[in-house]
């Protein structure tokens, strides 16, 4: 079985915890939770700082969640949103999507929410969520599609964003347009009954631009993201401020909107 060999993209500076802390079961999950039962067994891969796990354990009180990531210091963040939030239906371990720690037929459901598009390998990936995963139960994956975010005004230095993270996250071994190939790559894992959606994030509400320019203006400038750019001979310092200042440009503008595109996909077992 392949292991990780993928460098992932972010880390996990504060201005990436700042984005992920934000997502929730009713944003960022949506599409699976309609298929929740309250007796599930979920395993919830790539669980970064845990807000949208403890979302799947209140939904399945009477089951249970396994909140996997390959960081084990974002665990400490996660388990202290369970504790936070009153749950004791959630367990936390480290571990590779590509070869998973649990035998055959563990789980009712499998999600991994935007973590296909920082992997080595997610065609394995997704035989090793199928096989982990109980017949009758459901593998959920959710990436987004970089090449397919878009945005007004056009601020010069946001395409330049798009273009060196693109380059970033293929120099690391990753895929950034995934959302478009989720697809694909389960026809290629052996799965067939597949549904395939999309839906959106769009920022564009005063605070939400705010947040949304800022984060990604600091994460330019000092999360892994901005180490490996300079690292791997993609830009430079100067080039990194350059493409933050502009997002902050944008984030002043009373008409500015942003949609990101993600693809789904529910893949029964």
């Known amino acids: 079985m392949p292991h990780e060999t993928a460098v992932y993209t972010h880390g996990h500076h504060e201005s990436v915890l700042r984005s992920h802390s934000w997502r929730t079961a009713a944003n960022s999950a949506a599409y ?17 700082p845990g807000t949208i796990t403890a979302d799947l354990a209140e939904r399945v009180p009477r089951g249970g969640v396994t909140a996997l990531d390959a960081a084990a210091d974002v665990l400490e963040r996660a388990r202290a949103v369970a504790r936070e939030r009153g749950l004791d239906n959630v367990r936390f371990t480290t571990g590779d999507v590509h070869a998973l720690d649990f035998p055959d037929d563990s789980f009712d459901v499998v999600h991994a929410h935007q973590v296909l598009q920082h992997v080595g390998d997610p065609v394995a990936a997704l035989r090793e969520m199928r096989r982990v995963c109980r017949p009758g139960g459901i593998v959920a994956v959710r990436d987004a599609d970089y090449a397919a975010m878009t945005w007004h005004p056009r601020v010069p230095g946001l395409d330049d964003w798009q273009d060196l ?29 597949v549904t395939a959606t999309a839906s959106a994030w769009c920022y564009a509400g005063e605070d939400e631009r705010a947040w949304w320019s800022e984060m990604w203006a600091d994460r330019t400038v000092a999360s892994t993201y901005a180490r490996l750019a300079v690292d791997g001979g993609h830009t430079d310092e100067a080039g990194l401020a350059d493409i933050a200042a502009a997002w902050r440009e944008w984030g002043r503008r009373e008409d500015a909107w942003f949609a990101v595109l993600n693809g789904e996909l529910l893949c029964r077992v």
């Open 32 to 48: 699976l939770l309609p298929e929740l039962r309250p007796d599930m067994a979920v395993l919830d891969i790539g669980c970064g």
């Open 165 to 193: 993270y693109q380059r970033v996250a293929r120099a690391g071994g990753g895929e950034p347009d995934a959302g478009r190939l989720l697809l694909s790559w389960a026809r290629r894992a052996g799965l067939t009954d």
